[in-house]
C-alpha cells in the first residue's frame, strides 16, 4: 500500500490566559518564530498531508494571512471562524472539508510532534478507525476527593493523552454531528467517538509533544529547538 494522506484541523482559535500572555498564546515566539508557525511547518514539511485548516477568531484572520504568507505555509485550505470550545472550532472545519481519507486534529501549541509519530497515527485510524496519541503514565498516580486519598490507582493502565488525535472521515464527522445533535461537549475528539461505541486505538508518542500552556512550557520549547538544531548539524 502506497502513503496514506490526511487534512489536518488546528483549532487556533484561543485566548492564552493560563500563559498570562495577554494575546493568543499561538502568537508568542520560540527562537524568534510564532508557535503557531512551528506547527504549521511541521505540516507543510510532511508529503502525506494534503491540507490544513484553521480555525480562528475573525479578528485576528488578517494577521494569521499575513504569518501564512511570510513564512511560506501553503497547504491551508480555509480558515473559518473558531467557536467558543474547541469542539465547536473542530466543527466548524469539519462542515467545510471535502470528503478525505483521514482527518487529524491537533492542538496548535504543540509544535514538536513528528513525522515518524503522524504517520503510526495515520496508519492506526485507516486500519482501525480511529486513533490518539499518548505516553505512559510517568508518576504514581493517586485518586483523591476533597484533599483525602482514596486510593492509588495502578498507572500500568493509565496513558497521558496527546494530540494529534486521527480519525476515519466518515468516523469523525458523525460523531461531531451526533454531539451537536444532542448538545454534548467533550473534552477531546476521541470521547466523541467513543461515545458512539466506537474503539480508539492509542499509538504511544514522545514525551517531548508538550503543548505551550504555561510560560514554563517555552523555557522547555527553545530547549527541545536548540537540542533539534544541534542533532541535524
Not at 508518576?139 to 492509588?152: A, F, L, P, S, Y
Not at 466518515?170 to 454531528?177: N, P, R, S, T
Request: glycine share 8%; with cysteine; aromatic share 6%.
Amino acid at each position: 500500500m502506497g502513503k496514506l494522506h490526511y487534512e489536518v484541523v488546528l483549532p487556533a482559535a484561543g485566548s492564552g490566559k493560563r500563559m498570562g500572555a495577554g494575546q493568543n498564546k499561538l502568537f508568542l515566539t520560540l527562537l524568534a518564530k510564532p508557535i503557531l508557525i512551528h506547527t504549521l511547518e511541521v505540516f507543510e514539511q510532511d508529503e502525506q498531508c494534503t491540507g490544513i485548516w484553521l480555525a480562528v477568531k475573525p479578528e485576528e484572520r488578517v494577521i494569521i494571512q499575513e504569518m501564512l504568507a511570510i513564512y511560506g505555509i501553503t497547504k491551508v485550505k480555509g480558515l473559518p471562524n473558531g467557536g467558543a470550545e474547541r469542539q465547536h472550532s473542530v466543527h466548524s472545519c469539519m462542515k467545510e472539508m471535502e470528503q478525505v481519507d483521514i482527518v487529524l486534529v491537533h492542538d496548535a501549541a504543540r509544535p514538536f510532534i513528528t513525522h515518524n509519530i503522524i504517520a503510526n497515527l495515520v496508519r492506526s485510524a485507516h486500519d482501525f478507525g480511529a486513533a490518539i496519541a499518548g505516553v505512559r503514565a510517568k508518576d504514581t498516580m493517586k485518586k483523591v476527593r476533597e484533599g483525602i486519598i482514596e486510593e492509588t490507582v495502578d498507572r500500568e493502565s493509565l496513558w497521558m493523552i496527546q494530540t494529534p488525535q486521527a480519525f476515519q472521515f466518515d468516523l469523525i464527522v458523525q460523531a461531531e454531528d451526533i454531539a451537536e445533535k444532542i448538545g454534548f461537549l467533550g473534552t477531546d475528539e476521541a470521547m466523541l467517538v467513543e461515545r458512539l461505541g466506537h474503539a480508539v486505538h492509542i499509538v504511544e508518542s514522545s514525551y517531548e509533544n508538550v503543548k505551550m500552556t504555561t510560560k514554563e512550557d517555552l523555557v522547555f520549547g527553545e530547549a527541545i529547538l536548540r537540542r533539534r538544531a544541534l542533532e541535524t548539524k
